[in-house]
């Protein structure tokens, strides 16, 4: 006869679903393909740019074609001076509106 250790189960544990796609720290969607961030601007010399949106589906935050890029995305290009916006001196401040369902 099997002995049953204390915390053994009858059932099997279920192990609860893992994420497919990592999250967005600005507007805290998962970063599925077509999907995208919510309107965000750059702000800049006292200045709101608008972040600029995907030309074709984003190789690094699944960003589909006309929407916006999610955070630290690698491919989005800054505003200002049209340069990486990762990293970029003009895109430190960052104002995020309120996800607006697709």
Same mark, same amino acid.
């Given at each position: @006869? %099997?002995? *049953? =250790? /204390?915390?053994?189960?009858? *059932?099997?544990?279920? %192990?609860?679903?893992?994420?497919?796609?990592?999250? !967005?720290?600005? !507007?805290?969607?998962? @970063? /599925?393909?077509?999907?995208? !961030?919510?309107? =965000?601007?750059?702000?800049?010399?006292?200045? %709101?740019?608008?972040?600029?949106?995907a030309d074709e589906q984003c190789h690094d935050c699944n960003a589909g074609p006309g929407k916006f890029h999610h955070a630290n995305c690698d491919w989005e290009r800054c505003p200002v001076c049209g340069g990486q916006a990762m990293g970029c001196e003009h895109c430190i401040q960052v104002e995020v509106h309120k996800k607006v369902p697709a």
């Open positions: @006869m %099997k002995q *049953r =250790h /204390v915390g053994d189960s009858a *059932r099997p544990t279920e %192990k609860p679903a893992k994420k497919k796609y990592a999250t !967005c720290g600005e !507007c805290g969607t998962e @970063m /599925v393909p077509g999907g995208g !961030c919510a309107k =965000h601007f750059y702000i800049y010399g006292g200045k %709101k740019y608008l972040a600029q949106k």
